[in-house]
């Protein structure tokens, strides 16, 4: 079973992915999939694919209507991304720091 920030990184790793994710965050309301399906040069199943992979992250709820199915971003996963991302920027800021001081001979 894939942990959550797997899943995420699964996510928005494939450009597609991040255009669908974009369209829906930027929307001023919940679109259709077949309104996604429009601005995307690919099959509605596909898109409905891609749809899928976000939603199991967390990044999109699909509500139904009758028998449409309106998909609404959700950007607050993604905290966990940027999270996992600082630890690792705190990381680098601090190794070049050593760096920087063991250059300029104030460390050993």
């Not at 409905?48 to 998909?71: M, Q, S, W, Y």
Request: aromatic residues 10%; charged residues 25%.
């Amino acid at each position: 079973m894939q942990d959550n920030i797997t899943k995420l990184f699964k996510a928005i790793a494939d450009p597609t992915r991040r255009d669908i994710f974009h369209a829906l965050v930027i929307a001023t309301s919940a679109l259709s999939i077949t309104q996604i399906s429009n601005q995307f040069e690919m099959t509605r199943q596909g898109v409905t694919k891609h749809i899928k992979v976000l939603k199991d992250a967390g990044l999109v709820a699909i509500k139904e209507d009758g028998r449409n199915r309106f998909c609404i971003a959700d950007p607050k996963p993604l905290k966990e991304v940027n999270k996992w991302m600082q630890f690792y920027a705190q990381f680098w800021d601090d190794s070049l720091g050593n760096l920087e001081g063991f250059l300029d001979g104030k460390t050993v």
